[in-house]
């Protein structure tokens, strides 16, 4: 499992910038590896969102961020916004008893 997060600033217009990212997602989750993203809006400062992504590999993630597609958006996406992308490992994982 590969697991990727990228938090980002917003300096532009938030609608637009939710708009874009959404675009970029519906391309993501049909590329193959795709397994799950989550958008967070920060309770404490409106500028900042932070993405979670869960994909079956990094080879898989690699090749999709490499389509046109995705690349045009990124560029559309920094019109309104700064990133700091990484990829992360787990180091620990807890559910809680009966939930899976």
Known sequence: MFHFINRFTVTGDHAEF???LGDINKYMSAQPGFRKHRLYHS???SRIYVETAEWE???LHKKAISGNEFLDGVKQIMAHA????APFTV???NSAAGVR
Do not use: F, G, L
């Not at 700064?82 to 992308?85: L, R």
């Open 91 to 93: 180091v620990r994982e």
């Open 57 to 59: 590999s990094a080879e």
């Open 43 to 45: 309770a404490r400062d």
């Open 82 to 85: 700064t990133a700091e992308p």
């Open 18 to 20: 939710q708009r874009i």
